[in-house]
Structure formats: C-alpha cells, structure tokens
C-alpha cells in the first residue's frame, strides 16, 4: 500500500470512530468503513436518484389522458377541414374554368375534362387564344387523393359541374360521404 492508501484508510476509520457505533451503511460494512467509491465528496453514502414505478404510471396515465382529449378534439376538425379544402379547390377549378371560357368562348368538352385548364386540347379552334402556363398552376387532387369529377353539362341548368365524390368515393351518400360542390354550405 502506498502512502496516500494509508492515509485515507486512517481518514475512513477516523469518521467512523466519530459516528454512532453498530450501524451500518447499506454495503454491509460499518459506518466510515465502506470502499470509496461507494462515497460522495462528504463521505456520505449518495442518495438514490431517479423515479418510483409508481410515479412513472401516474405521469405516463396523464398524458394517456392528455393525449386521449386532443385526439377526440382535433379528429373530427381534421375531417371538417378536408370538406372545407375540397370547396375551395372546386372554387379555384371553377374560376380557372370561367377564364377558359372568356378566352375560348367555350368550356372544355367532357373528354377534354379538368386537364384543359392545364394544358391546351388538340382540338382548339383558336388556340392562340389559349394562355400560356394554362389556367390554372395544377389540377389537385380532392384530400381522399382522388380526381375531381368534371360533368357537362351540370345539375340545375349548369353549363358544367366540378364536385368531389366525398370521402367514400362513391356518388351520394351523407355526412363525409356526401359529394362535394362549391357552392354547398
């Protein structure tokens, strides 16, 4: 053992002395005697750091619960908000629509349908007219990830109609499943 061993040997036993006989640190060994890396810098045993099992369930319940009310709030506005964005990319494909018309004096045929306004039909009988770029920057897909229908002539009289088929994708239904047309509240 070298010198500074002894020393802290004698330093160990010197606060044990000092200390209340007979009791023990949790190493089995008597107060003062214990190893020392089982010591902090006072020489006292270090404290336990961390959480109980029981607290880490409390705080994992709550969020549970936290979690569990922001869902119920956010997901039937997610579904609103995708109704309210078919609207309003019918409404931009609507007025892209009455642009073509004012430039070609007619709307797209039904086979020509809603890429007309993107790029120009073969069949154009002026197609000069036609502006460059098109008339719209790009014909979206309703939030299903489906195409927007494109009907000549429309319901009510119409010359033409755009709608989304709803979230089923399947002509009518109610709720979510109801086709979607601009104009609709």
Do not use: H
Not at 145 to 168: H, N, T
């Amino acid at each position: 053992m070298t010198q500074t061993d002894n020393t802290q040997i004698v330093i160990a036993r010197s606060e044990a002395t000092k200390q209340s006989s007979g009791s023990e640190c949790r190493s089995g060994l008597p107060r003062g005697l214990r190893p020392l890396a089982m010591t902090n810098k006072e020489g006292r045993e270090p404290e336990a750091n961390g959480f109980s099992l029981v607290e880490l369930m409390v705080v994992i319940f709550i969020i549970g619960l936290l979690a569990t009310v922001v869902l119920i709030n956010v997901l039937p506005s997610q579904d609103k908000a995708m109704v309210v964005k078919a609207r309003s990319d019918i409404a931009t494909l609507e007025q892209g629509m009455e642009m073509y018309r004012l430039d070609l004096s007619s709307y797209p045929g039904q086979g020509e349908g809603l890429n007309a306004l993107r790029t120009p039909p073969a069949n154009l009988s002026m197609p000069q007219n036609y502006r460059s770029g098109g008339y719209v920057k790009d014909v979206p897909n309703d939030p299903w990830g489906r195409p927007y229908q494109y009907q000549v002539p429309g319901r009510d009289g119409k010359p033409f109609e755009i709608f989304s088929l709803g979230a089923d994708g399947q002509p009518g239904g109610t709720d979510l499943n109801a086709d979607i047309y601009a104009g609709q509240n």
